[in-house]
């Protein structure tokens, strides 16, 4: 399976933009890019994924490269809420076309976040 | 909003007992699994089930056990606990897809075994 690199810790401070990289260089064709994010004593929670084409939605944005090698989140404004460790993964599919849906949680990124 | 739901969220119990977590989904969804998590460390997929009937062991070996008899239930069983399964246990459920499904999860069930 195709891994993702995340860099273990970054800081930001509140109301700033932080950038998430991710690096996942075996990559195929057709393994979609997943991020979710796991705040203290709770589970994971979805945050956006992406195929080809940066993405949008309330949370987060996107920002896929273009031969798909590495991707970046981005928090337009983090908050205090935001500080969370963040998971890259890819979701492969079978040959079929379906996906397994079993994602493999890495270290992920610990990002702390300053008042 | 997330419609799954583990209990108990705390358990603390003695070496040799049986114990059961619950997990339950109310969205409808076939695919449902367990991750076990220390702290600080990794999640590792233990047990997944593509629909009623269906279970498959994960990328770690665990000594507990599965069923799907309920498209809505994902009971996990520790048939005689240990302190080594001190550990928290997540459940989550996600529908078929091609890659971009979502997975929800519940907020987990912190065991201790004394």
């Known amino acids: 399976d195709a891994k993702t690199t995340q860099p273990n810790s970054m800081e930001s401070n509140e109301e700033e933009p932080v950038h998430l990289p991710c690096n996942h260089s075996?990559?195929?064709?057709?393994?979609?890019i997943h991020w979710y994010r796991q705040l203290p004593s709770q589970g994971p929670e979805y945050v956006i994924h992406?195929?080809?084409s940066n993405v949008n939605n309330r949370m987060a944005s996107l920002a896929i490269a273009e031969d798909r090698k590495s991707s970046t989140l981005i928090l337009h404004r983090a908050t205090l809420r935001d500080a969370a460790v963040y998971y890259c993964?890819?979701?492969?599919?079978?040959?079929?076309?379906?996906?397994?849906?079993?994602?493999?949680f890495g270290q992920g990124t610990i990002l702390t976040v300053h008042p | 909003e997330a419609d799954i739901y583990q209990t108990p969220r705390y358990l603390v119990i003695g070496t040799g007992k049986k114990i059961t977590l619950e997990c339950s989904q109310t969205?409808?969804?076939?695919?449902m699994y367990w991750y076990q998590q220390d702290p600080g460390m990794e999640l590792h997929l233990i047990h997944y089930s593509y629909g009623v009937n269906s279970t498959e062991k994960g990328d770690l070996s665990s000594e507990s056990t599965v069923s799907r008899i309920r498209t809505e239930h994902f009971p996990l069983t520790l048939e005689s606990a240990r302190p080594s399964h001190t550990s928290q246990y997540l459940c989550a459920s996600s529908e078929y897809g091609r890659g971009n499904e979502k997975l929800f999860f519940g907020s987990g069930t912190q065991l201790s075994v004394l």
């Open positions: 992406g195929l080809t």
């Open positions: 075996t990559i195929s064709g057709t393994d979609y």
């Open positions: 969205m409808g969804h076939d695919k």
């Open positions: 993964i890819l979701n492969p599919l079978f040959a079929g076309g379906t996906s397994y849906g079993k994602l493999t």
